[in-house]
């Protein structure tokens, strides 16, 4: 099954989306594109249940095809008709995914809270930036939200780091156009559980690679918690 849940609209021509549909306390996993879409959609919400190995096998072994995320949120273009906004995924859990949720291009007024990541994290389609998407409250272990898209603001998680991912983390927007705006990234608790593991960097494997479209980068770190 190429996603285990689609929620998606016609072609741009006919005019028509979907709008207010939850998917409540559903079970997803082994999707071979992803295990949730949400395409050109308004006013969804997605709470509670657990969404694993997305792109992957029962074994964990990778054979998907892209993007292979947990929950893709699409969108078809910039129009405000044929994006997708309003959307909110809490009280989930994600694991052990290629990747757990992803936000492409012009995404609007997505919540992001209130999760648990493990083996995976947030993504963002590098370029076009979205419009007040927010990354809140989740707990991520060997994952993190990346700041791959301007006007996304990544606050009061708790990101643990027990292994070296073997590439930077990507708080970075260095493909974004700067008229996109800015992100914020604040008041989250980054703990890196492994000896010698650089907390900033610049292309460093196992480090964060912060990016210029920053505009609040107050966070507490705590290395080497082994």
Request: include cysteine; charged fraction near 20%; charge should be negative.
């Amino acid at each position: 099954m190429m996603d285990n849940i689609c929620i998606s609209s016609g072609r741009k021509e006919s005019g028509r989306w979907s709008s207010e549909a939850k998917i409540i306390n559903c079970n997803t996993s082994c999707g071979y594109r992803q295990n949730i879409t949400i395409g050109v959609s308004n006013n969804i919400i997605v709470e509670g249940g657990s969404h694993d190995l997305a792109g992957k096998n029962p074994d964990g072994t990778t054979c998907g095809t892209l993007p292979m995320s947990s929950i893709d949120v699409e969108a078809e273009s910039e129009e405000n008709n044929f994006s997708s906004g309003n959307i909110l995924i809490h009280n989930c859990s994600f694991k052990d995914n290629t990747r757990g949720v992803l936000l492409a291009h012009y995404s609007r007024y997505i919540k992001v809270t209130h999760n648990f990541f493990e083996n995976c994290g947030v993504g963002c389609a590098l370029g076009v930036g979205g419009e007040n998407n927010e990354v809140s409250y989740n707990k991520f272990i060997n994952g993190a939200p990346s700041l791959g898209q301007r006007n996304l603001n990544v606050h009061h998680n708790e990101i643990v780091i027990t292994k070296n991912l073997g590439s930077d983390f990507l708080f970075d927007d260095v493909d974004v156009p700067e008229t996109e705006g800015k992100s914020e990234f604040h008041h989250n608790i980054i703990r890196a559980e492994l000896d010698n593991l650089p907390l900033e960097g610049d292309f460093n494997y196992g480090s964060f690679r912060l990016g210029k479209g920053l505009i609040d980068f107050h966070n507490i770190m705590i290395e080497n918690m082994a």
